[in-house]
């Protein structure tokens, strides 16, 4: 690896961390954004689960905006320190998906 791809999945993954960081210590100026989102996807995903997963899920959108917030931690983590960063690199995408659906409804 090369140091300036260290420098520049680093600066990326820093962007990450600090939104979730941000998520899990004020998820309340989050919650506008995130509520829309959270009224389609969550009665959604908890009718498609079985049953021993659905209670995993988290009840509100308060939690939903935390449980973001933890998986870009790690996310971006995996990705700044290169373990499993390809991982991390889905686990990132997958929680911008929400987020570029809420800022441009269709």
């Given at each position: 690896m090369t140091l300036l791809r260290f420098v520049a999945r680093s600066m990326l993954a820093s962007y990450f961390?600090?939104?979730g960081?941000?998520?899990?210590?004020q998820?309340?100026?989050q919650e506008a954004a995130a509520e829309p989102i959270a009224r389609k996807v969550l009665p959604l995903a908890q009718s498609v689960l079985p049953k021993q997963a659905a209670v995993y899920l988290p009840q509100d959108t308060i939690a939903l905006?935390?449980?973001?917030?933890?998986a870009q931690i790690?996310?971006?983590?995996?990705?700044?320190t290169g373990f499993g960063r390809r991982i991390g690199a889905a686990v990132l995408a997958a929680t911008m998906v929400p987020?570029?659906?809420a800022s441009n409804p269709l």
């Open positions: 961390v600090v939104n960081v941000k998520a899990l210590r998820p309340e100026s905006v935390k449980c973001s917030g933890v790690v996310g971006g983590l995996s990705l700044a987020n570029v659906i």
